[in-house]
Protein backbone atom coordinates (compact mmCIF):
# COMPACT_ATOMS: atom_id res chain seq x y z
CA UNK A 1 0.00 0.00 0.00
CA UNK A 2 3.03 2.58 1.07
CA UNK A 3 4.66 1.63 -2.59
CA UNK A 4 1.10 2.84 -4.47
CA UNK A 5 0.33 5.61 -2.62
CA UNK A 6 3.80 6.86 -4.05
CA UNK A 7 2.81 7.31 -6.77
CA UNK A 8 0.72 10.58 -5.03
CA UNK A 9 4.19 11.89 -3.65
CA UNK A 10 3.15 10.25 -0.28
CA UNK A 11 5.95 9.06 1.95
CA UNK A 12 4.56 6.76 4.84
CA UNK A 13 6.70 5.71 7.75
CA UNK A 14 5.81 2.03 9.28
CA UNK A 15 5.79 1.80 13.47
CA UNK A 16 5.83 -1.89 14.45
CA UNK A 17 8.33 -4.50 16.16
CA UNK A 18 10.44 -5.84 13.64
CA UNK A 19 12.47 -9.29 13.80
CA UNK A 20 15.77 -7.58 11.76
CA UNK A 21 15.71 -4.20 12.19
CA UNK A 22 16.86 -2.25 15.18
CA UNK A 23 17.23 0.94 13.75
CA UNK A 24 15.06 3.39 11.73
CA UNK A 25 15.05 2.48 8.43
CA UNK A 26 14.63 3.58 4.60
CA UNK A 27 12.57 0.48 3.01
CA UNK A 28 12.28 2.37 -0.26
CA UNK A 29 12.40 5.36 -1.83
CA UNK A 30 11.46 7.36 -4.99
CA UNK A 31 11.99 10.36 -6.55
CA UNK A 32 11.90 12.92 -2.85
CA UNK A 33 9.30 10.35 -0.80
CA UNK A 34 9.83 7.43 0.91
CA UNK A 35 9.23 4.76 3.09
CA UNK A 36 10.70 4.58 6.63
CA UNK A 37 10.07 1.60 9.19
CA UNK A 38 10.65 2.64 12.55
CA UNK A 39 11.41 -0.27 14.75
CA UNK A 40 9.51 0.13 18.44
CA UNK A 41 9.62 -1.49 21.79
CA UNK A 42 6.67 -2.48 23.92
CA UNK A 43 5.54 -4.97 26.01
CA UNK A 44 2.77 -8.21 25.42
CA UNK A 45 0.69 -10.11 27.63
CA UNK A 46 -1.20 -13.46 26.46
CA UNK A 47 0.38 -12.17 22.75
CA UNK A 48 -3.00 -9.41 22.46
CA UNK A 49 -2.39 -7.71 25.04
CA UNK A 50 0.46 -4.82 23.64
CA UNK A 51 1.42 -1.59 24.87
CA UNK A 52 4.42 0.45 23.53
CA UNK A 53 5.50 3.25 25.95
CA UNK A 54 6.78 5.62 23.73
CA UNK A 55 5.07 5.19 20.61
CA UNK A 56 2.02 8.13 21.07
CA UNK A 57 5.09 10.64 22.05
CA UNK A 58 6.72 9.67 18.55
CA UNK A 59 4.01 9.88 16.77
CA UNK A 60 2.31 12.92 17.82
CA UNK A 61 5.35 14.88 17.58
CA UNK A 62 5.87 14.31 13.83
CA UNK A 63 3.84 16.54 11.30
CA UNK A 64 1.88 13.68 10.21
CA UNK A 65 -1.12 14.67 7.60
CA UNK A 66 -2.43 11.29 8.56
CA UNK A 67 -2.25 8.36 10.68
CA UNK A 68 -3.36 4.72 10.67
CA UNK A 69 -3.80 2.09 13.17
CA UNK A 70 -4.95 -1.30 12.79
CA UNK A 71 -7.91 -2.96 14.88
CA UNK A 72 -10.16 -2.06 17.54
CA UNK A 73 -9.31 -4.50 19.85
CA UNK A 74 -5.84 -3.12 20.64
CA UNK A 75 -4.76 -1.47 23.33
CA UNK A 76 -2.99 1.70 22.02
CA UNK A 77 -5.64 1.96 19.16
CA UNK A 78 -7.63 4.60 21.21
CA UNK A 79 -4.81 6.24 22.83
CA UNK A 80 -3.27 6.91 19.69
CA UNK A 81 -6.55 8.16 17.66
CA UNK A 82 -7.79 10.52 20.34
CA UNK A 83 -4.17 12.30 20.36
CA UNK A 84 -4.22 12.65 16.60
CA UNK A 85 -7.32 13.55 16.18
CA UNK A 86 -7.13 16.47 19.19
CA UNK A 87 -4.18 17.64 16.98
CA UNK A 88 -5.97 18.00 14.00
CA UNK A 89 -4.58 14.74 12.25
CA UNK A 90 -6.71 12.98 9.59
CA UNK A 91 -6.94 9.78 11.55
CA UNK A 92 -7.92 6.02 10.12
CA UNK A 93 -8.75 2.71 11.61
CA UNK A 94 -7.90 0.24 9.73
CA UNK A 95 -9.73 -3.71 10.67
CA UNK A 96 -8.80 -6.87 9.35
CA UNK A 97 -10.55 -8.80 12.52
CA UNK A 98 -14.20 -10.18 12.47
CA UNK A 99 -14.92 -12.17 15.17
CA UNK A 100 -14.32 -12.04 18.69
CA UNK A 101 -11.62 -13.26 20.75
CA UNK A 102 -11.64 -16.40 22.75
CA UNK A 103 -11.39 -17.86 26.10
CA UNK A 104 -9.41 -15.42 28.62
CA UNK A 105 -8.89 -13.07 25.74
CA UNK A 106 -12.79 -12.77 25.40
CA UNK A 107 -12.59 -10.78 29.05
CA UNK A 108 -10.01 -8.87 27.76
CA UNK A 109 -11.59 -7.94 24.75
CA UNK A 110 -15.54 -6.58 26.52
CA UNK A 111 -13.15 -4.56 29.10
CA UNK A 112 -11.42 -2.58 25.92
CA UNK A 113 -14.69 -1.98 23.83
CA UNK A 114 -16.26 -1.12 26.86
CA UNK A 115 -14.00 0.95 28.06
CA UNK A 116 -12.95 2.70 24.52
CA UNK A 117 -15.33 1.65 21.84
CA UNK A 118 -16.50 5.54 22.30
CA UNK A 119 -13.45 7.04 21.87
CA UNK A 120 -12.26 4.75 18.95
CA UNK A 121 -15.54 6.27 17.15
CA UNK A 122 -15.35 9.36 18.06
CA UNK A 123 -12.20 9.74 16.94
CA UNK A 124 -11.96 7.64 13.76
CA UNK A 125 -12.05 10.05 10.48
CA UNK A 126 -11.89 7.11 8.19
CA UNK A 127 -12.49 3.32 8.80
CA UNK A 128 -11.64 0.92 6.23
CA UNK A 129 -12.03 -2.92 6.63
CA UNK A 130 -10.71 -5.65 4.46
CA UNK A 131 -14.01 -7.61 4.16
CA UNK A 132 -17.50 -7.77 4.30
CA UNK A 133 -17.27 -9.65 7.26
CA UNK A 134 -14.94 -7.14 9.00
CA UNK A 135 -17.23 -4.30 8.06
CA UNK A 136 -20.84 -6.47 9.71
CA UNK A 137 -18.69 -7.34 12.60
CA UNK A 138 -18.12 -3.13 13.27
CA UNK A 139 -21.57 -2.66 12.49
CA UNK A 140 -22.72 -4.89 15.39
CA UNK A 141 -20.40 -2.52 17.11
CA UNK A 142 -22.74 0.11 16.19
CA UNK A 143 -19.62 2.10 14.04
CA UNK A 144 -20.93 4.37 10.86
CA UNK A 145 -19.42 4.75 7.44
CA UNK A 146 -17.33 1.23 7.01
CA UNK A 147 -15.49 1.13 3.63
CA UNK A 148 -14.40 -2.38 2.52
CA UNK A 149 -11.23 -1.87 0.87
CA UNK A 150 -9.17 -5.21 0.03
CA UNK A 151 -5.45 -5.78 0.22
CA UNK A 152 -3.25 -6.83 -2.67
CA UNK A 153 0.01 -8.08 -4.64
CA UNK A 154 2.97 -6.51 -5.63
CA UNK A 155 3.21 -7.29 -9.12
CA UNK A 156 6.81 -5.72 -9.60
CA UNK A 157 8.25 -7.98 -6.67
CA UNK A 158 11.72 -9.62 -8.07
CA UNK A 159 11.42 -13.12 -9.20
CA UNK A 160 14.20 -15.50 -9.07
CA UNK A 161 15.11 -19.26 -10.03
CA UNK A 162 14.24 -21.81 -7.08
CA UNK A 163 17.23 -23.40 -5.45
CA UNK A 164 16.16 -26.63 -5.39
CA UNK A 165 14.19 -26.59 -8.28
CA UNK A 166 15.51 -30.67 -9.74
CA UNK A 167 14.42 -31.83 -6.50
CA UNK A 168 11.09 -30.49 -7.26
CA UNK A 169 10.95 -31.33 -10.76
CA UNK A 170 11.74 -35.14 -9.75
CA UNK A 171 8.98 -35.07 -7.35
CA UNK A 172 6.61 -33.92 -9.82
CA UNK A 173 7.21 -36.09 -12.52
CA UNK A 174 6.43 -38.83 -10.36
CA UNK A 175 2.32 -37.77 -10.62
CA UNK A 176 -0.33 -36.49 -12.46
CA UNK A 177 -1.26 -33.69 -10.23
CA UNK A 178 0.43 -31.52 -7.28
CA UNK A 179 -1.83 -30.41 -3.99
CA UNK A 180 -0.27 -27.17 -2.43
CA UNK A 181 -0.52 -25.81 0.73
CA UNK A 182 1.63 -22.90 1.55
CA UNK A 183 1.77 -21.62 5.54
CA UNK A 184 3.01 -21.99 9.08
CA UNK A 185 2.12 -25.33 10.23
CA UNK A 186 0.28 -24.95 13.68
CA UNK A 187 -3.11 -25.90 14.91
CA UNK A 188 -5.41 -23.19 13.56
CA UNK A 189 -4.34 -24.52 9.96
CA UNK A 190 -5.52 -28.03 10.74
CA UNK A 191 -2.48 -30.11 9.40
CA UNK A 192 -3.59 -33.60 10.59
CA UNK A 193 -6.86 -32.65 8.67
CA UNK A 194 -4.83 -31.95 5.95
CA UNK A 195 -2.93 -35.37 5.35
CA UNK A 196 -6.27 -36.75 6.73
CA UNK A 197 -7.38 -35.58 3.56
CA UNK A 198 -4.85 -36.52 1.38
CA UNK A 199 -4.86 -39.98 2.89
CA UNK A 200 -8.26 -40.24 1.78
CA UNK A 201 -7.77 -38.79 -1.86
CA UNK A 202 -4.82 -41.35 -2.66
CA UNK A 203 -6.75 -44.32 -1.29
CA UNK A 204 -9.75 -43.12 -4.05
CA UNK A 205 -6.93 -44.17 -6.66
CA UNK A 206 -8.60 -41.94 -9.27
CA UNK A 207 -5.32 -40.16 -9.83
CA UNK A 208 -1.80 -40.15 -9.60
CA UNK A 209 -1.75 -37.27 -6.63
CA UNK A 210 1.43 -35.90 -4.98
CA UNK A 211 1.12 -33.02 -2.57
CA UNK A 212 3.50 -30.13 -1.72
CA UNK A 213 3.94 -28.38 2.11
CA UNK A 214 5.39 -25.29 2.07
CA UNK A 215 6.07 -24.20 5.85
CA UNK A 216 7.66 -24.92 9.26
CA UNK A 217 6.00 -24.45 12.81
CA UNK A 218 5.38 -25.99 16.14
CA UNK A 219 3.34 -29.00 14.69
CA UNK A 220 5.90 -29.68 11.77
CA UNK A 221 7.06 -32.72 12.89
CA UNK A 222 3.78 -33.87 14.58
CA UNK A 223 2.36 -33.43 11.10
CA UNK A 224 5.75 -35.81 9.29
CA UNK A 225 5.22 -38.48 11.66
CA UNK A 226 1.50 -38.75 11.52
CA UNK A 227 2.22 -38.73 7.27
CA UNK A 228 4.44 -41.45 8.04
CA UNK A 229 1.94 -43.12 10.25
CA UNK A 230 -0.90 -42.93 7.58
CA UNK A 231 1.69 -44.41 5.06
CA UNK A 232 1.80 -40.91 2.56
CA UNK A 233 4.84 -39.29 3.56
CA UNK A 234 6.86 -40.87 0.51
CA UNK A 235 3.77 -39.06 -1.54
CA UNK A 236 5.08 -35.40 -0.04
CA UNK A 237 7.16 -33.12 -0.62
CA UNK A 238 7.80 -30.99 2.70
CA UNK A 239 9.63 -27.64 1.91
CA UNK A 240 10.10 -25.98 5.17
CA UNK A 241 11.58 -22.09 3.88
CA UNK A 242 11.60 -20.30 0.47
CA UNK A 243 12.39 -16.73 -0.59
CA UNK A 244 9.14 -14.66 -1.61
CA UNK A 245 11.21 -14.61 -4.84
CA UNK A 246 11.47 -17.80 -5.12
CA UNK A 247 7.94 -19.32 -4.49
CA UNK A 248 6.49 -18.50 -7.80
CA UNK A 249 8.27 -21.73 -9.46
CA UNK A 250 6.30 -23.77 -6.45
CA UNK A 251 2.87 -22.11 -7.39
CA UNK A 252 3.80 -23.04 -11.24
CA UNK A 253 4.54 -26.38 -10.60
CA UNK A 254 1.07 -27.26 -8.44
CA UNK A 255 -2.26 -28.13 -9.73
CA UNK A 256 -4.53 -26.96 -6.72
CA UNK A 257 -4.37 -24.99 -3.39
CA UNK A 258 -5.52 -25.69 -0.33
CA UNK A 259 -5.77 -24.14 2.94
CA UNK A 260 -8.31 -25.77 5.78
CA UNK A 261 -7.88 -22.68 8.59
CA UNK A 262 -9.68 -21.67 11.48
CA UNK A 263 -9.18 -18.07 11.15
CA UNK A 264 -8.07 -16.22 7.64
CA UNK A 265 -8.37 -12.30 7.91
CA UNK A 266 -7.40 -12.29 4.11
CA UNK A 267 -5.25 -14.56 2.30
CA UNK A 268 -2.20 -13.74 0.77
CA UNK A 269 -1.58 -17.10 -0.41
CA UNK A 270 -4.98 -17.57 -2.09
CA UNK A 271 -4.22 -14.30 -3.87
CA UNK A 272 -0.88 -15.97 -4.99
CA UNK A 273 -1.84 -19.63 -5.78
CA UNK A 274 -5.00 -17.73 -8.28
CA UNK A 275 -2.22 -15.73 -9.76
CA UNK A 276 -0.49 -19.12 -11.09
CA UNK A 277 -3.58 -20.67 -12.13
CA UNK A 278 -4.69 -22.80 -9.12
CA UNK A 279 -7.99 -23.17 -8.15
CA UNK A 280 -8.14 -22.52 -4.37
CA UNK A 281 -10.55 -25.06 -1.54
CA UNK A 282 -10.66 -23.51 1.91
CA UNK A 283 -12.42 -22.92 4.89
CA UNK A 284 -15.28 -20.54 5.25
CA UNK A 285 -13.55 -17.53 6.70
CA UNK A 286 -13.43 -13.68 5.74
CA UNK A 287 -10.39 -13.64 3.27
CA UNK A 288 -11.19 -17.29 1.33
CA UNK A 289 -15.18 -16.21 1.16
CA UNK A 290 -14.13 -12.54 -0.07
CA UNK A 291 -11.48 -13.75 -2.82
CA UNK A 292 -13.43 -16.78 -3.99
CA UNK A 293 -16.54 -15.10 -5.34
CA UNK A 294 -16.68 -17.38 -8.15
CA UNK A 295 -16.64 -21.26 -8.44
CA UNK A 296 -13.69 -20.89 -11.14
CA UNK A 297 -11.94 -19.45 -8.75
CA UNK A 298 -12.50 -22.25 -6.18
CA UNK A 299 -14.89 -22.95 -3.58
CA UNK A 300 -14.94 -22.74 0.74
CA UNK A 301 -16.13 -25.63 2.41
CA UNK A 302 -16.33 -26.49 6.27
CA UNK A 303 -13.87 -28.93 7.13
CA UNK A 304 -15.41 -32.42 5.68
CA UNK A 305 -12.97 -34.70 4.15
CA UNK A 306 -15.22 -36.41 1.81
CA UNK A 307 -16.75 -33.08 0.94
CA UNK A 308 -13.37 -31.91 0.30
CA UNK A 309 -11.73 -34.40 -1.37
CA UNK A 310 -14.95 -34.68 -3.86
CA UNK A 311 -14.59 -31.12 -4.70
CA UNK A 312 -10.59 -31.42 -5.04
CA UNK A 313 -10.87 -34.42 -7.86
CA UNK A 314 -13.50 -32.41 -9.69
CA UNK A 315 -11.61 -29.49 -10.18
CA UNK A 316 -8.21 -31.16 -10.89
CA UNK A 317 -9.98 -33.45 -13.37
CA UNK A 318 -11.79 -29.92 -14.89
CA UNK A 319 -9.04 -28.01 -14.34
CA UNK A 320 -8.01 -25.97 -18.47
CA UNK A 321 -6.06 -22.95 -19.53
CA UNK A 322 -9.25 -21.30 -19.64
CA UNK A 323 -10.34 -21.35 -16.27
CA UNK A 324 -6.21 -20.93 -15.08
CA UNK A 325 -6.34 -17.47 -17.63
CA UNK A 326 -9.38 -16.42 -15.56
CA UNK A 327 -8.27 -16.85 -12.37
CA UNK A 328 -4.78 -14.74 -13.32
CA UNK A 329 -7.19 -11.82 -15.02
CA UNK A 330 -9.22 -12.22 -11.46
CA UNK A 331 -5.95 -11.20 -9.70
CA UNK A 332 -4.79 -9.24 -11.82
CA UNK A 333 -7.49 -6.66 -12.43
CA UNK A 334 -8.73 -6.71 -8.81
CA UNK A 335 -5.75 -7.07 -6.27
CA UNK A 336 -3.01 -4.81 -8.11
CA UNK A 337 -1.68 -2.74 -4.72
CA UNK A 338 -1.49 0.65 -6.99
CA UNK A 339 -5.10 0.24 -7.45
CA UNK A 340 -5.82 -0.15 -4.11
CA UNK A 341 -3.79 2.78 -3.21
CA UNK A 342 -6.10 4.77 -5.80
CA UNK A 343 -8.84 3.65 -3.82
CA UNK A 344 -7.50 4.53 -0.43
CA UNK A 345 -6.57 7.84 -2.13
CA UNK A 346 -9.63 8.96 -3.60
CA UNK A 347 -11.14 8.14 0.17
CA UNK A 348 -8.55 10.10 2.47
CA UNK A 349 -8.42 12.91 -0.33
CA UNK A 350 -12.05 13.19 -0.01
CA UNK A 351 -12.33 13.37 3.58
CA UNK A 352 -9.47 15.94 3.41
CA UNK A 353 -11.34 18.42 2.22
CA UNK A 354 -14.86 17.26 3.56
Not at 65 to 82: A, G, N, R, Y
Not at 244 to 254: A, D, G, M, T, V
Not at 303 to 319: A, E, F, G, Q
Request: hydrophobic content about 40%; some cysteine.
Amino acid sequence: MAKGLLNFSISTDIYSRFNNINEETVFYSEENNQIKLIPIKGISILQKITYFPDLIKQVATQNYDIVQVHEDSQLMTPFILKRLHKRGVKTVLYQGMYTDYRGINRVYQLLLDFLFQKTIKKNSDIIFVKTDLAKQYLLKKRFSTVVVLSIGLDFSKKQTPYQSQEILRSFKSRYDNLLLYVGKIETRRNPLFLMDLFFDIRSKRTQNIGMVIVGDGPLQIMMEEYAQKLGIKEHVLFIKKVSNEEIHEIYKSCDLFVLPTNNEIYGMVIMEALLYGLPVISTPEAGPLAILSDERLGVCRPLNINDWSKVILKYLRDNNDKDREFRRQIILNNYDWNKIAQQYYNVVSKNAHS
